[in-house]
Nanobody, 115 residues
Framework: QVQFVESGGGLVQPGGSLRLSCAASGSIFSAYAMGWYRQAPGKQRELVADITSGRVTNYDDSVKGRFAISRDNAKNTVYLQMNSLKPEDTAVYYC?????????WGQGIQVTVSP
């Protein structure tokens, strides 16, 4: 079973930046497509960015041009660089494979965008 540990969240003002990290253990990380997901209060969890094993990236329209997903297979880590943050980006962010393995959801990391 894979374990994901997210880090790097926090409170940031609108227009600010954060870089999230997700460390994976217990599996052949490099073989998996990986995704960053988020869940805002009262809303369903949604995929915001994903990266294939070949480093092809895809983004939800709501974050396109502002967020960048990357991966370091040597470190079993996937990153999410978030720029020009907006209040509507406030959510708990999770990483998982894409499609997600329901057994592997971690605790997530809170990102709050507020003046």
């Amino acid at each position: 079973q894979v374990q994901f540990v997210e880090s790097g969240g926090g409170l940031v003002q609108p227009g600010g930046s954060l870089r999230l990290s997700c460390a994976a253990s217990g599996s052949i990380f490099s073989a998996y497509a990986m995704g960053w997901y988020r869940q805002a209060p009262g809303k369903q969890r949604e995929l915001v960015a994903d990266i294939t094993s070949g480093r092809v990236t895809n983004y939800d329209d709501s974050v396109k041009g502002r967020f960048a997903i990357s991966r370091d297979n040597a470190k079993n880590t996937v990153y999410l660089q978030m720029n020009s943050l907006k209040p509507e980006d406030t959510a708990v962010y999770y990483c998982n494979s894409n499609p997600p393995d329901l057994r592997n959801w971690g605790q997530g990391i809170q990102v709050t965008v507020s003046p």
